[in-house]
Nanobody, 122 residues
């Protein structure tokens, strides 16, 4: 069971930290990915973190702006989003993933949260 939180309405250039909190399992035992679905568009992977915590991957449009990190004590994976842009608007969903090499695709995603809405607008 995954629950996302932390979304909201911000202005361009501002930051948000999204949280993906797991219950019933330990996030450190799985690869975790964040996906973004913009209005009217397909869901795309933006970042993923390996179970070991040593491998991180980012989609090109968010590199240098987004950071994925994990707090084992809180059983939570975060997506720190800085310098947000209007095109970052949409629903952000986290997923458990079993294929690290494909972690920015839906192939291999095993379980999904319901998502949290991010709106970037002036």
């Amino acid at each position: 069971h995954l629950v996302e939180s932390g979304g909201g309405l911000v202005q361009p250039g501002e930051s948000l930290r999204l949280a993906c909190t797991a219950s019933g399992f330990t996030v450190g035992d799985y690869h975790i990915a964040w996906f973004h679905q913009a209005p009217g568009k397909e869901r795309v992977g933006v970042s993923c973190l390996s179970a070991t915590g040593t491998f991180k991957k980012y989609e090109d449009s968010v590199k240098d702006r987004f950071t994925i990190l994990r707090d084992d004590a809180k059983n939570t994976v975060y997506l720190q989003m800085n310098n947000l842009k209007p095109e970052d608007t949409g629903i952000y969903v986290c997923a458990v993933h079993n294929q690290l090499s494909l972690c920015l695709t839906e192939q291999g995603a095993l379980a999904w949260g319901l998502g949290t809405q991010v709106t970037v607008s002036s």
